[in-house]
């Protein structure tokens, strides 16, 4: 059983950083892509980045500049450092992976159970 589990969320002040943090264990083969996703309340979950096992980055428009996502394969872990953080930024984030189970003969994706975010005064 493949389970994703983040940490690192909590309450900041704009202007702030924070560093989350996801962790995958199991049965597991291969990591293909992970990503940070979140939801803001009474809205749809978004993209916020996605690492691929080399290292390709993508970022939403509204985090390029303040946000940087990486990984550590060897630790099967995906990092979001999150910089110069706005109230707009107030969300659940949510880590994901595209990845390959041993024995399996496909890929499947995973999410974790998400960590809050909160950006205030």
């Known amino acids: 059983q493949v389970q994703l589990v983040e940490s690192g969320g909590g309450l900041v002040q704009p202007g702030g950083s924070l560093r989350l943090s996801c962790t995958a264990s199991?049965?597991?083969?291969?990591?293909?892509?992970m990503g940070w996703y979140r939801q803001a309340p009474g809205k749809q979950r978004k993209l916020v980045a996605l690492?691929?096992?080399?290292?390709?980055?993508n970022y939403a428009d509204s985090v390029k500049g303040r946000f940087a996502i990486s990984r550590a394969n060897a630790k099967n872990t995906v990092y979001l450092q999150m910089n110069n953080l706005k109230p707009e930024d107030t969300a659940v984030y949510y880590c994901?992976?595209?990845?390959?189970?041993?024995?399996?003969?496909?890929?499947?994706?995973?999410w974790g159970q998400g960590t809050q975010v909160r950006v205030s005064s």
């Open positions: 994901n992976a595209d990845l390959r189970e041993v024995a399996a003969y496909g890929d499947d994706n995973y």
């Open positions: 199991g049965s597991i083969f291969r990591i293909n892509t």
């Open positions: 690492i691929t096992y080399v290292g390709n980055t």
